[in-house]
């Protein structure tokens, strides 16, 4: 009788869980193989993304920096190139990416949900054009790989936190 009931509870949760709306969706991994992987998944408890530090040279994006609420991400990438900084506005976020890539990750636009269009980089290359699967979502974190460059990268996007007080 125990194990019918202990059968009856464990259907009662997967069927539970399955009914529960799906937020999360990944887009990626755009652009080459090389370099070490990198993730700024932790980062995003510190908040939604709020400004962005990227360094490009003629070419490619060469190194990139994420800030999550108030706090930055470890910067990832090479030195060479300029530094390119943008903030986002208070309650804003990137609700589309797109850019184009080859062996490195030449370029990236990010799009926001008030009609702003952040280019960074270069336009040539592979094009791609990474969106959430999910509706009222939102750019959460990024991941990819890096080396002297940006290799590759990863898109993750999720609801916009109800919990940031320092937003």
Known sequence: MLAVALLVLLCASASANSIQSRTSSY???????????????????????????????RYYI?????????????YVGGTQGDLEEIFLHPGESVIQVSGK???YVKQMIFMT??????????????SFNAVPLHPNTVLRFISGRSGSAIDSISLHWDTYPSHCNTC
């Open 62 to 74: 060469v190194g990139l920096q994420v800030r999550y609420g108030t706090v930055w991400s470890d």
């Open 101 to 103: 890539y080859k062996s």
């Open 27 to 57: 887009s990626g991994e755009y652009g080459g193989k090389g370099g070490k992987r990198f993730s700024h998944s932790g980062n995003q408890l510190d908040g939604p993304i709020t400004a962005f530090r990227i360094r490009v040279n």
């Open 113 to 126: 949900d008030k009609g702003r269009y952040l280019p960074f980089g270069k336009d040539s290359g592979t």
